[in-house]
């Protein structure tokens, strides 16, 4: 098992560029989340998913769109980076039950100048 | 709204001693309650959890914690720190019952100086 999986594991964008995270599990999950790292934030729900065809806004999800077409895929998209934007970026999966821990992916450095 | 506070930035430790990385939390209602380890340049790594039952929770790599209610604190221990437990550590809670989002706290890093 790959377990969580994102790609790419860098990227460096201009302001107003947009682009695409993408995050595969093969653990079959329900539930799917991406989060930001800052330092001294800790981690901060942007948007998540809990199930196929369904997505829902976390703490911060302006400026990011998701989808979740598939079950084991779920999409970050930014439509116009902005240099707020710049962080580091995690995918997680966990099962349909609630008291599951989640499973995180490598992570995403992304830089916007 | 549910809360974790981490109150200690860093936490300096010499191996082989104990170890504890404090953890307390805030929610209207029963918690579950989760710790996580960083290393550098990797994504979190659960370690334990605790959601009903024994508040002494026993994880991975030696590690334990203690859920009390009363002090609504979760704080993780190791009986003897190893230079290779440095890393970021996460406290996590969420309220018991149905979808409820999970709460991160800031982080604390642990340093075990040989």
């Known amino acids: 098992n790959a377990g969580v999986t994102q790609t790419p594991k860098f990227r460096v964008l201009k302001t107003g560029q947009s682009m695409t995270l993408l995050c595969a599990q093969d653990?079959?999950?329900?539930?799917m989340y991406w989060y930001r790292q800052d330092p001294g934030m800790g981690l901060r729900l942007i948007h998540y998913?809990?199930?196929?065809?369904?997505?829902a806004k976390g703490e911060v999800p302006d400026g990011y769109n998701v989808s979740r077409l598939k079950k084991q895929n779920f999409l970050l998209g930014l439509e116009s980076a902005a240099p707020s934007q710049t962080s580091v970026y995690f995918c997680?999966?966990?099962?349909?039950?609630?008291?599951?821990?989640?499973?995180f992916g490598p992570g995403t450095r992304l830089t916007v100048t | 709204a549910q809360s974790v506070a981490q109150p200690e930035d860093q936490v300096n430790v010499a191996e082989g001693n104990p170890l504890t990385v404090k953890c307390t939390y805030s929610?209207?209602?029963?918690?579950?309650l989760f710790w996580y380890v960083q290393y550098p340049n990797r994504g979190l790594q659960f370690l334990l959890k605790?959601?009903?039952?024994?508040?002494l929770v026993k994880g991975s790599y030696g590690f334990e914690a203690e859920f009390n209610k009363s002090q609504t604190s979760f704080h993780l221990k190791k009986p003897s720190a190893l230079v290779s437990d440095s890393a970021l550590y996460f406290c996590?809670?969420?309220?018991?019952?149905?979808?409820?989002?999970?709460?991160f706290g800031t982080g604390t890093k642990l340093q075990v100086i040989p």
């Open positions: 997680a999966s966990s099962d349909r039950s609630g008291n599951d821990e989640q499973y």
């Open positions: 653990m079959n999950h329900e539930y």
């Open positions: 998913s809990v199930g196929e065809g369904t997505t």
């Open positions: 929610v209207s209602g029963n918690p579950y």
């Open positions: 605790y959601i009903t039952g024994d508040n």
């Open positions: 996590a809670v969420r309220v018991q019952g149905g979808y409820q989002k999970v709460t």
